[in-house]
T-cell receptor, first 114, second 112 residues
Framework: SAVISQKPSRDICQRGTSLTIQCQVD?????MFWYRQQPGQSLTLIAT?????????ESGFVIDKFPISRPNLTFSTLTVSNMSPEDSSIYLC???????????FGSGTQLSVL | RKEVEQDPGPFNVPEGATVAFNCTYS??????FFWYRQDCRKEPKLLMS???SGNEDGRFTAQLNRASQYISLLIRDSKLSDSATYLC?????????????FGTGTRLKVLA
């Protein structure tokens, strides 16, 4: 398994502001993944964060809106920029580890934008 | 067609019942398969990987049918604590690359 510390666990933000979410993993991993889970929906991949290179974004997500940093092999941040109420969601970081490359998740950040 | 499809449920079953969920996937090149459990407002947690030969963990049995492109999860002797959403996850990536696709989840409610 993996121990992933994610913070903040929740936040309530004003429209137009930005929030940075942090994820710390207990050991080095090549790739970290950022997901969004909107109310009543399943998980949607935002981007894959590689150390030392730009993140790879999925269709519908752009770097200006969701800038990602990956300064080393145990840490990553996701920023939700210029927030609107449509950004209200749970944001999850995850890593793949072990035989069969299982996914492990941080505890999530519950974001509400007013 | 969605890449990974699940019946959203809810499945309402009495305690002690046996319940089965199916999940179909569209990409025959899919490499690995998993069932995750997600409780309300919590992160998904790995329940079990799914292997071609089928695998069992206590009351839970998972099966993979590559020919028909579906995976299944069987829960025997359901407990109240089994109430959750069960997510089917497929990894399309070849070794060293990852592309995990999540199903929409199947809600299970076990009733006393």
């Amino acid at each position: 398994s993996a121990v992933i510390s994610q913070k903040p666990s929740r936040d309530i933000c004003q429209r137009g502001t930005s929030l940075t979410i942090q994820c710390q993993v207990d050991s080095q991993v090549t790739m970290m993944f950022w997901y969004r889970q909107q109310p009543g929906q399943s998980l949607t991949l935002i981007a894959t964060a590689n150390q030392g290179s730009e993140a790879t974004y999925e269709s519908g997500f752009v770097i200006d809106k969701f800038p990602i940093s990956r300064p080393n092999l145990t840490f990553s941040t996701l920023t939700v920029s210029n927030m609107s109420p449509e950004d209200s969601s749970i944001y999850l970081c995850s890593v793949a580890r072990g035989n069969n490359e299982k996914l492990f998740f941080g505890s999530g950040t519950q974001l509400s934008v007013l | 067609r969605k890449e990974v499809e699940q019946d959203p449920g809810p499945f309402n079953v009495p305690e002690g019942a046996t319940v089965a969920f199916n999940c179909t996937y569209s990409n025959s090149a899919s490499q690995s398969f998993f069932w995750y459990r997600q409780d309300c407002r919590k992160e998904p947690k790995l329940l079990m990987s799914v292997y071609s030969s089928g695998n069992e963990d206590g009351r839970f049995t998972a099966q993979l049918n590559r020919a028909s492109q579906y995976i299944s999860l069987l829960i025997r002797d359901s407990k109240l604590s089994d109430s959750a959403t069960y997510l089917c996850v497929v990894n399309l990536g070849i070794s060293g690359t990852y592309k995990y696709i999540f199903g929409t989840g199947t809600r299970l409610k076990v009733l006393a």
